[in-house]
Structure formats: structure tokens, C-alpha cells
């Protein structure tokens, strides 16, 4: 048996707002919404405009995510506002 020296427990990590990361694209992120915070969720994309001066992310859920990249089938990404997506 192998002894690895023991480090401690792993330091938590505090959701970073998605807007202030600089690559988004497969990224694991937590969506704000009324009802609470939706997690196991990916980017698929950068941030880019609505077309209405609105910020937004385009998003899917992780099974969806990995379905897309490894079978190749189409998902539909949802498009989110943008200062209500957090990077977990």
C-alpha cells in the first residue's frame, strides 16, 4: 500500500460571475433563476449580444453538452442573460 502524504481537504471554490471569465465555451456554470440556482449546466459559446443590447450565454444542460460532443447529435443551447450566469 502506498501512504500519499495528506494535504487537507480541498479548498471550496466561489462561483466568479461568467461575465469576467475570459473563455466560456464548455465551462461548468450555475444559472440564476427565481425559483433558485439550476447547476449541471455548461456554456457553449463565449459571451456575445442578443441583438438587443442584452448580454447573453448560450447553454446546455451537461448530459445535452456531452450527448452533442461525443455523439454529435443537435441540442438546442438555451440563450441565458448573461449577468445571471455564475462560473461554479
Keep these: 500500500m502506498v501512504?500519499?502524504?495528506?494535504?487537507?481537504v480541498p479548498p471550496t471554490r466561489t462561483p466568479r460571475p461568467a461575465v469576467d471569465e475570459p473563455a466560456l465555451n464548455g465551462k461548468r456554470v450555475i444559472l440564476s433563476t427565481p425559483e433558485g440556482f439550476?447547476?449541471?449546466?455548461?456554456?457553449?459559446?463565449?459571451?456575445?449580444?442578443?441583438?438587443?443590447?442584452?448580454a447573453v450565454?448560450?447553454?446546455?444542460?451537461?448530459?445535452?453538452?456531452?450527448?452533442?460532443?461525443?455523439?454529435?447529435?443537435?441540442?438546442?443551447?438555451v440563450s441565458?442573460?448573461?449577468?445571471?450566469?455564475w462560473i461554479e
Design 57 to 77: 450565454i448560450d447553454i446546455l444542460s451537461e448530459a445535452n453538452y456531452y450527448e452533442k460532443r461525443f455523439t454529435g447529435r443537435h441540442a438546442e443551447p
Design 38 to 54: 439550476v447547476r449541471d449546466m455548461r456554456a457553449v459559446g463565449e459571451v456575445r449580444t442578443d441583438g438587443e443590447g442584452g
Design 3 to 8: 501512504n500519499y502524504p495528506y494535504f487537507g
Design 80 to 85: 441565458w442573460p448573461a449577468h445571471l450566469v
